[in-house]
């Protein structure tokens, strides 16, 4: 008879015949005793007050009953504490007892009791086992340590534990490193403090890959998520890892797969593309991926949701296999809509054809939701690849004819959006669409019908007609129809003002006054006092063009992309959202990376980012950027100008509300007075003409240095500004990710003029998703002088939470211009007459304001250009010289000839440095056409 009679027993009074029973001295008796224990609290039964005579039988040599036991000490110990302390003499007799199995169930179930008293006793049984000679025995405390860490982590670390799980990495077992690892990296995830599951070197790789080969599916799945962790030393290193991990694409088991692809995926990154390897990386991808949708349907749904992500970050791995994610009759219909969307992110040029085949086939399908997502994709296909957009319409029209429903809609809904992106080129089957106006019935398709309607007015002769017949039901209709059918009726009126007038008093009546919903009436308002006060401006706003859309707009954020590639074969992959979305009651989970480039040597890759068309330096300079920009901590550096100081703005800013600047460091308000009316035309320090016209200090406007997707989702745009002989780099933090950004730093690499920041950055709380913040950075130039190509040149790098950052941008000169740059005429004179006539060069100024320049010098001397002398020759032109001085003591000379009536002035410049004078026209350029 089998163990089920054990739980087929109702009898009254059976506590007590068990007790009996549990204290026989026969043993057969006993472990049936025992039996019928668990039998109880295995279907629900209360059998605590057993314990001490459960706890009893513990005293056996028979494995069979101590597993019982154990069993019933790992499921009553929490409510007994006091008498689960009676086995604990038996834990530890058993954690020495001759046979492996006896010991390494001792120290298991030691292990799973969770309460403190026994805690304190596991501690010495466990460091033995740690290094018991057997390896069941080690492997199975490997795992105890992993459950005593999340009972108490304090006693972990103090009793030295954790070195000894990494020093059982190396261990000649491969079970044993497997559980090591399993061990680790639960710790690691259990505190994300730490960086246990982190491999530093390359001896530990080896023998984790030797391992590899030898141990359990799910010892390979651990060992292969621990080695995504390393960070190779070059090229070479990552391509050795790979070699070794490729076998496991061919495993059976979908969970090694998944985890291979994510080692692959990682150690891509750090791999020069171009290479045979890379390549070849990529061929082999296909093939393991492609196997796995040929399991059941859950494993397809798991892998093609994996999939997705893979072919976002490199579509070319699967480009040629479009045919693999053709939807079967039978697929569950989350696998179908799932394969669907891969196979809009495969599209191209090539295959288009054979996509809309099958899509025009989906369509005719009896499951409605697939249809419609059919009709979608077909849609999305004629925006992402615009030279299937006319075959894409023509089947969309092919689909209208069919005058199903649902599939119309979908199909009127799609070609909006294709309206939208190829604007005035399909217009003429708008004739066709309103012929299906009677059978809209869902809202989005009736809104989009509406939007067509609003949008081509002009071309449609009854669209008053059209759009009043839609006005008869408005109250009935959802919001979204009611606010769409309010902006065409006012684009109808703003195209065809005469014979739309009743229509739109119509719609705003109906939209401010019997309206409840906040938003349709805040629009109404917002229409009807732009329509009433200036028609010319409500024309401007409503009729605006509108910007393109693109279906990338379907795509996952890069920063969130590159995370949830880093978690590939986990429940993040197919959630499509981080761990930190979904995981509750761990806190500071640490945000996985993909892995920097290395360069060459094996450093991290250091070159900057071409951003503005700069040369990164050869040579020696090459070398030193290699050196300086990642061997800084990127913090505040120690060279000040004084104590840190809040950012500046404008000269001559004063607080309104009295007091010093708005930001710090202006000007007392009781010096306003005397200050030039220039200086207050600028309030906010923009560097834009203000009340003083062109006198004004010229500060260029911002440009985006750090774009969002090499940014991982952070924007950096800025510009330099010169305000009261301090240099200050106004920069704008932009987050476009989907996750708050903070541990701002940033750090300059050696330059032509010794640029360094003063301060470190003023960014004080987290910058939350889709926001922006601004700061003015003082610099000073007490840095290492470099010379750069071009002269102007300057590398920044910025550190955040998520990464380090490097781009590259030209320092505008005329920031460089000191306030003492003025000089005496008989000093000009000489100086002019002691450098070298090879060094003068000449330039041409096109459409300068010859005016200003005649009538005052204060355009020029507000950027620290001085008017040395002005001599008239004749009536024919007038001579204007000029000084200046850089930050590092280099002299410019400038002579301007100016010719009455001309808008074209000639400009002279001579230095003893002849490489600056370039940059130097520039601003002279500038500030004479300004």
């Known amino acids: 008879m089998t163990d089920s009679k054990y739980f087929t027993t109702t009898k009254k009074g059976e506590i007590f015949e068990l ?15 025992v039996k019928k224990v668990i039998a109880s609290m295995t279907i629900g039964k209360d059998v605590s007050q057993l314990f001490p005579d459960v706890v009893n039988c513990m005293q056996t040599d028979n494995i069979e009953l101590k ?36 010991r390494a169930l001792a120290v298991r179930t030691m292990g799973c009791i969770r309460v403190d008293k026994i805690t304190e006793y596991l501690c010495e049984p466990l460091r033995k086992c740690l290094r018991d000679e057997d390896p069941y025995v080690r492997k199975t405390a490997a795992v105890s340590v992993a459950k005593l860490y999340d009972i108490n982590n304090q006693l972990v670390e103090d009793q030295g534990f954790l070195d000894q799980l990494k020093d059982m990495l190396t261990d000649s077992n491969p079970m044993v490193v497997a559980n090591a690892v399993a061990a680790l990296s639960e710790i690691n995830d259990a505190s994300p403090n730490q960086d246990l599951h982190q491999i530093n070197n390359s001896q530990t790789v080896n023998k984790l890959i030797t391992a590899l080969n030898e141990c359990t599916e799910w010892g390979q799945v651990f060992i292969l998520d621990s080695l995504a962790t390393y960070n190779p030393k070059d090229d070479r290193d990552a391509q050795s890892i790979c ?102 992110r495969l599209a191209n040029q090539s295959n288009i054809t ?63 959006d294709i309206f939208r992106k190829y604007p005035n080129k399909y217009e003429s089957i708008i004739s066709t669409l309103c012929e299906n106006l009677d059978t809209l019935d869902e809202p989005e398709a009736r809104a989009a019908m509406i939007w067509i309607i609003g949008e081509y007015a ?24 009611q606010l769409q059918l309010l902006t065409s009726i006012v684009k109808l009126f703003l195209k065809r003002p005469s014979d739309t007038q009743e229509l739109v008093q119509q719609v705003l009546s109906l939209s401010t006054q019997e309206s409840d919903n906040p938003d349709l009436r805040d629009r109404g308002y917002i229409y009807w ?78 070159a900057l980012p071409d951003v503005s068309g700069s040369v990164i330096p050869t040579a020696e300079a090459a070398q030193g950027a290699v050196e300086d920009l990642l061997s800084l901590s990127l913090g505040p550096p120690d060279t000040m100008l004084g104590p840190p100081a809040p950012p500046s703005t404008g000269g001559g800013v004063f607080d309104l509300l009295g007091g010093d600047s708005l930001l710090g460091g202006g000007v007392p308000i009781d010096s306003a007075a005397s200050l030039p009316l220039s200086d207050l035309g600028d309030i906010f320090g923009l560097g834009l003409p203000g009340l003083g016209g062109s006198q004004s200090v010229y500060t260029p406007p911002k440009e985006v240095w750090l774009p969002a997707a090499k940014g991982k989702g952070l924007e950096v745009g800025g510009t330099f500004a010169r305000r009261q002989g301090q240099i200050f780099m106004d920069l704008t933090f932009t987050n476009r990710a989907m996750q708050a950004m903070g541990g701002f730093a940033i750090q300059f690499n050696k330059n032509s003029f010794g640029l360094l920041p003063a301060t470190g950055l003023q960014i004080s709380a987290p910058l939350p998703p889709n926001q922006s913040v601004e700061t003015s950075l003082p610099l000073n130039l ?39 740059g003025d000089m005496e005429r008989k000093v000009f004179l000489e100086t002019w007459k002691d450098m070298p006539s090879a060094n003068e060069t000449q330039h041409t100024v096109e459409n300068a304001h010859v005016e200003h320049l005649v009538e005052s010098s204060t355009q020029l001397r507000q950027n620290n250009i001085f008017i040395v002398a002005r001599r008239q020759v004749g009536e024919q032109f007038e001579m204007i010289y000029t000084s200046l001085k850089l930050s590092n003591g280099i002299w410019v000379l400038g002579e301007i000839k100016v010719s009455p009536g001309s808008r074209t002035v000639n400009l002279a410049l001579k230095t003893r440095v002849p490489d600056i004078v370039g940059n130097v026209s520039e601003i002279y350029s500038i500030l004479l056409t300004v």
């Open 529 to 606: 006092r732009l329509l009433s006060t200036d028609p010319a401006a409500a024309k401007e706003v409503v009729l605006a063009e509108k910007p393109l859309i693109s279906e990338e707009t379907d795509l996952l954020e890069p920063t969130l992309l590159d995370e949830l590639i880093c978690h590939i074969g986990s429940l993040a992959s197919v959630y499509h959202k981080p761990p930190t979305s979904f995981v509750e009651g761990r806190m500071g989970i640490k945000r996985a990376v993909l892995p920097s480039k290395v360069d060459s040597q094996g450093d991290q890759a250091t």
């Open 354 to 416: 054979q996509v809309l085949a099958e899509l025009k086939e989906y369509a005719t399908e009896v499951d409605v939701d697939f249809v419609r997502k059919s009709v979608r994709a077909i849609g999305r296909c004629a925006i992402k690849v615009e030279q299937s957009a006319e075959k894409c319409v023509s089947t969309l029209l092919d689909l209208i004819q069919t005058k199903v429903n649902y599939v119309v809609q979908e199909a009127i809904v799609v070609i909006k």
């Open 458 to 481: 002009e071309r449609i002769d009854n669209a008053d007609e059209l759009l009043e017949s839609f006005l008869e039901g408005f109250s009935d209709e959802s919001v979204q129809v």
């Open 67 to 102: 597993k019982l036991v154990y069993l019933y000490l790992m499921s009553y110990a929490k409510s007994q504490p006091d008498m689960a302390i009676m086995a604990v003499n038996t834990f530890v007799k058993d954690c020495e007892d001759q046979n492996p199995l006896i």
């Open 782 to 820: 007490n840095g290492v002088v470099q010379r750069m190509e071009p002269i102007m040149n300057l590398q920044i790098a910025i550190k955040n939470n998520i990464d380090v950052f490097y781009m590259s941008t030209l320092v505008p000169t005329h920031v460089l211009f000191t306030e003492d």
């Open 243 to 344: 070699e070794r991990i490729l076998p496991r694409l061919c495993h059976t088991n979908s969970a090694v797969v998944l985890s291979a692809v994510k080692g692959i995926m990682k150690f891509m990154e750090v791999m020069d593309s171009s290479t045979d390897f890379f390549q070849g990386l990529i061929k082999k991808l296909a093939p393991p991926l492609v196997t796995l949708l040929s399991g059941e349907p859950e494993i397809q749904y798991i892998a093609l949701r994996n999939i997705n992500l893979i072919v976002q970050k490199r579509p070319e791995i699967l480009k040629q296999e479009m045919k693999v994610f053709f939807v079967k009759y039978n697929d569950p219909i989350y696998v179908k809509l799932e394969k669907l969307d891969i196979m809009i």
């Open 19 to 33: 007790k009996s029973e549990l204290n026989s001295d026969k043993k057969e008796k006993k472990k049936e005793a």
